[in-house]
C-alpha cells in the first residue's frame, strides 16, 4: 500500500513546531520545534507600549530547520508526503510590495518594525479599533461589526494596518497591500504571491477582517475612506474571495520543494489560525464548546447553519461559515490571558531573585508554580481568600475591551501567596463561565467541554477548578500537539486523501484522555463567588481603572 504522509506546521507566539503524520493512521512519525531568535532575544516589541512584532526571518529559518528535521528523523520517502498545511497566529498581519513580499525583507526596512508581522498581541492601535466601532455604529451604513460580535478589536487586521498607516510614512509609501501570516506561508510555498490573487483563508478574514460574503466581501470602500482617507484605493488592492482549509492553495514550487527537500507534488493547504485548526485536532464537533488553554484562551463552537439561522451573537470574536469545520458556522471567543496571569505571579514572587541574578532562580522559577499549586489545592473556594478580576491584558470576550485591567480585593496582612495564586486560578475561571455564559444567553447551546493545550494536560488543579467553576464535565484532548495535529488533518483533506474533516478527524484522531467533572458542592460555592466576580468586573470597569 502506498504510503501517504502529510504536514502540520503550527507557528505559535514563540516558536514554530511541524510534525508529520500518517494520514491513514493517524500516528505522528517526527515532529521538530524551533524557537524564533529574533522573537527570544526581545527584538522589535515593547511590552511597555503593548507593541509586539516578528521578523519574517523568524518564520523561514524556523520552517526549514523543522521540515528538514522531522524528514531526517523519520527517513520517509519525499515523494510519499502529500500535503501540508500551515496554521498561524492572527491577526498577524504585513505590510507587502506589489509583488506580495514583506517589507521587512527588504534592506531598507530590515530594522523596522512597522514594516514587519504585527503579532495578534500587539495592542498598539486602541484608538484606531474605537475610531472603527464608532463609525460602524453610527455612520448610517452596513454595521461591518456584526458578524464580530459588534466590537472591533484592536487585535485584528484594519485596526493595526491603520495605526500603521499613521504613524510610519515610508511604511505608508511602500506598502502595496497587506497579508495574514497565514496567508502569506502558503502563497510563498506555492510561488503565487501577487496580493490580488493569492488565496486568503475564510478563517482570518472572517473572524478579523469583518469580510462576509452578505457584504459582498470586505467593508466598502464608502466606509472605509470615511473611517480614514489614508485607507483610499487600499481595498482594491486586498481580496473579495475567501477559502477554507479544505482547498489546495497549490504545489511546492521548485524553489520550496528544493528547500524543504520534498518535491513539486506536495499539496499545500490554504492556511488557517491555529487555535481553529487545534480544536480541529481536538476533535470539535456540534454541542460541545472546544477551549484551547494556554497563555490566552480561544473558545470555539460549531453549527449547522439551519441551527444557527440569523442569529447574531453579542460581544464575540466573530461567526463566519466554515472557519473552522467546512459547512458549519465557526463561532470564536476568548480571554486575553490565561496561563499569562500564573506566569505574572510567579515572576512579581521572583522579582528579587531576578533583580540580584541570584544562583538557583532558574531552578526556583520551574518550580514556583508547583508549589504554588499544591498549597492552593488544600484551600476551600472563599473561605477568607481573595477576589481576583482575569483582566490582565484586557478583555477579548464578552464585549472587547483592552483597556480594562485586572483587579485583587478582599487582601489582608494574613493573605498568603498560595491564597493570592488560587484566587487567580478561580478568576480564569470565572472568565470563562462568562464567555460560556454568553453563547448560551444568545442561544448557542452545548452539552459538554472539550479542553486542549498545555495547561489543560498539564494540571488537573486548574482543570478541576475550571469544571466546578464552570459546573460542566470537561473532556482533555489526548493529542500533545493538536494544533499540529489539526493542520495535518486539513492537510490530508486539501491534498484529496481524506473526503472531508469529519473523516480525517474520524481517522487520525487521538481522543481524549481524561474526564474532569464538577464536584456540586463547591460548584454551589463557585455559583455565590461568581457573582461577586461580576460585580467586581462591573465596578473597575465603570470606573475606568
Request: with cysteine; hydrophobic share 40%.
Amino acid at each position: 500500500m502506498e504510503k501517504k504522509y502529510v504536514l502540520g506546521i503550527d507557528y505559535g507566539t514563540d516558536s514554530v513546531r511541524s510534525v508529520l503524520m500518517d494520514a491513514m493512521t493517524g500516528e505522528e512519525l517526527a515532529a521538530s520545534v524551533f524557537e524564533y531568535p529574533r522573537w527570544k532575544k526581545g527584538l522589535y516589541s515593547d511590552a511597555a507600549e503593548q507593541r509586539y512584532r516578528q521578523h519574517p526571518l523568524d518564520y523561514l529559518e524556523g520552517l526549514e530547520h523543522t521540515v528538514h528535521e522531522v524528514l531526517a528523523r523519520s527517513a520517509v520517502n519525499p515523494e510519499e508526503v502529500k500535503g501540508m498545511t500551515i496554521d498561524t497566529t492572527g491577526s498577524t498581519p504585513v505590510a507587502v510590495d506589489r509583488e506580495g513580499v514583506p517589507l521587512a525583507l527588504h534592506e531598507e526596512f530590515a530594522d523596522d518594525p512597522d514594516a514587519m508581522f504585527i503579532l495578534w498581541k500587539d495592542h498598539t492601535a486602541m484608538d484606531e479599533a474605537a475610531e472603527i466601532n464608532e463609525l460602524a455604529h453610527t455612520w448610517g451604513g452596513t454595521d461591518y461589526t456584526k458578524y464580530s460580535g459588534g466590537i472591533y478589536s484592536a487585535e485584528w487586521f484594519w485596526a493595526k494596518i491603520l495605526h500603521t498607516l499613521r504613524r510610519n510614512g515610508r511604511v505608508r509609501q511602500a506598502a502595496w497591500s497587506w497579508v495574514e501570516h497565514c496567508d502569506w506561508m502558503p502563497a510563498l510555498l506555492t510561488g503565487h504571491t501577487d496580493p490580488l490573487t493569492l488565496k486568503r483563508s475564510r478563517c482570518a478574514a472572517g473572524h478579523k477582517a469583518m469580510w462576509h460574503a452578505d457584504f459582498g466581501g470586505l467593508p466598502s470602500e464608502e466606509f472605509l475612506v470615511r473611517l480614514d482617507p489614508l485607507l483610499e484605493g487600499l481595498r482594491a488592492r486586498l481580496y473579495s474571495d475567501t477559502y477554507t482549509a479544505d482547498v489546495a492553495a497549490g504545489t511546492l514550487s521548485e524553489e520550496w520543494a528544493r528547500r524543504l527537500g520534498l518535491t513539486t507534488a506536495t499539496v499545500v493547504g490554504v492556511g488557517a489560525f491555529d487555535a481553529h485548526l487545534g480544536v480541529v485536532g481536538g476533535e470539535i464537533r456540534p454541542g460541545y464548546l472546544s477551549k484551547v488553554v494556554g497563555t490566552s484562551t480561544c473558545d470555539m463552537v460549531v453549527a449547522p447553519p439551519r441551527e444557527v439561522g440569523d442569529r447574531l451573537v453579542r460581544g464575540i470574536s466573530g461567526q463566519v461559515d466554515g472557519s473552522i469545520l467546512p459547512g458549519m458556522i465557526g463561532f470564536e471567543a476568548g480571554q486575553s490571558s490565561f496561563g499569562d496571569v500564573y506566569a505574572w505571579f510567579r515572576d512579581l514572587l521572583l522579582w528579587p531573585a531576578a533583580q540580584r541574578d541570584t544562583a538557583g532562580a532558574a531552578d526556583l522559577e520551574e518550580a514556583l508554580l508547583p508549589m504554588l499549586t499544591r498549597e492552593a489545592e488544600k484551600l476551600s473556594p472563599g473561605e477568607g481568600l481573595p477576589l481576583a478580576l482575569d483582566w490582565f491584558n484586557g478583555r477579548r470576550t464578552p464585549d472587547a475591551n483592552p483597556r480594562v485591567k485586572g483587579a485583587l480585593a478582599g487582601l489582608t496582612l494574613g493573605t498568603t501567596p498560595p491564597a493570592i495564586f488560587r484566587a487567580l486560578v478561580e478568576a480564569t475561571a470565572y472568565g470563562s463561565r462568562r464567555i460560556a455564559e454568553r453563547f448560551e444567553e444568545e442561544g448557542i447551546r452545548f452539552e459538554g467541554v472539550i479542553a486542549l493545550g498545555g495547561i489543560a494536560k498539564k494540571s488537573p488543579f486548574v482543570m478541576q477548578v475550571l469544571a466546578d467553576v464552570m459546573n460542566r464535565p470537561i473532556q482533555v484532548a489526548r493529542a500533545d500537539q493538536a494544533v499540529a495535529l489539526g493542520a495535518a488533518m486539513a492537510a490530508s483533506v486539501a491534498a484529496g486523501i481524506h473526503p472531508d474533516f469529519v473523516t480525517a478527524q474520524k481517522t487520525m484522531g487521538q481522543g481524549f484522555e481524561k474526564e474532569y467533572l464538577p464536584d456540586p458542592q463547591r460548584a454551589k460555592r463557585y455559583d455565590d463567588l461568581y457573582k461577586k466576580y461580576l460585580r467586581l468586573g462591573a465596578f473597575i470597569e465603570g470606573e475606568g481603572f
